[in-house]
């Protein structure tokens, strides 16, 4: 069955950074489009970035573009999402979700999260 | 502020049946680009409920339905339980001048009384 595992959240200080990553498995993870979804507290979600099967092309939102990176790593089977120059808004669960084909833009597979907290 | 607005809320009873109405614009739902609906348990991660507007994945059940018009959206849920008290999500697609990109509804608590 597919499992995405996220991991890598915790606290860190305004201005600072955070790796997450997220470990597929129970699909051909080399097929799919893989995007990071996150959620701040009692709110509700919002798209932050999305890279194709071959991670030829990557999109992000205007809210985190030029300070987010998204990547994957094929032969670990595994998605990451590198946070620079991180603000209090930027606190949220993460999730990593699974694209329906390489690049249908909707999710048919979730992880768990993983909570980033911002603050000082 | 989300690009899709919800209702912040709805309820009904056991056995009833409510509907969670997902209004957009002309550069997402009006260019018909399709409108995915997920349930959120609380304390879970977000499940793909309704795709492509009105289909439903394997295991969801057909309590659950979907129709598009426009520029809206629409869910209904029939026989309300007990275990359909949650949040409803509704997700499109938008394509503007200022770039293409996934955009969510608010999210509608819907609760079963």
């Known amino acids: 069955q597919v499992q995405l595992v996220e991991s890598g959240g915790g606290v860190v200080q305004p201005g600072g950074s955070l790796t997450l990553s997220c470990a597929a498995s129970g699909f051909s993870f080399s097929n799919y489009g893989m995007h990071w979804v996150r959620q701040a507290p009692g709110q509700g979600l919002e798209w932050v970035a999305f890279?194709?099967?071959?991670?030829?092309?990557?999109y992000y939102a205007d809210s985190v573009k030029g300070r987010f990176t998204i990547s994957r790593d094929t032969s670990r089977k595994t998605l990451y999402l590198q946070m620079n120059s991180l603000r209090p808004e930027d606190t949220a669960v993460y999730y990593c979700?699974?694209?329906?084909?390489?690049?249908?833009?909707?999710?048919?597979?979730w992880g768990q999260g993983t909570l980033v907290t911002v603050s000082s | 502020q989300p690009v899709l607005t919800q209702p912040p809320s709805v309820s009904g009873a056991p056995g009833q049946r409510v509907t969670i109405s997902c209004t957009g614009s002309s550069s997402n739902i009006g260019a018909g680009y399709d409108v995915h609906w997920y349930q959120q348990l609380p304390g879970t991660a977000p499940k793909l409920l309704i795709y492509d507007s009105n289909n439903r994945p394997s295991g969801v059940p057909d309590r659950f339905s979907g129709s598009k018009s426009g520029t809206s959206a629409s869910l209904a849920i029939t026989g309300l339980q007990a275990e359909d008290d949650a949040d409803y999500f509704c997700?499109?697609?938008?394509?503007?001048?200022?770039?293409?990109?996934?955009?969510f509804g608010g999210g509608t608590k819907l609760t079963v009384l």
């Open positions: 997700q499109s697609y938008d394509s503007s001048l200022s770039g293409s990109h996934v955009v």
């Open positions: 890279i194709r099967f071959d991670g030829s092309d990557k």
């Open positions: 979700a699974k694209d329906v084909l390489d690049s249908n833009w909707y999710f048919d597979y």
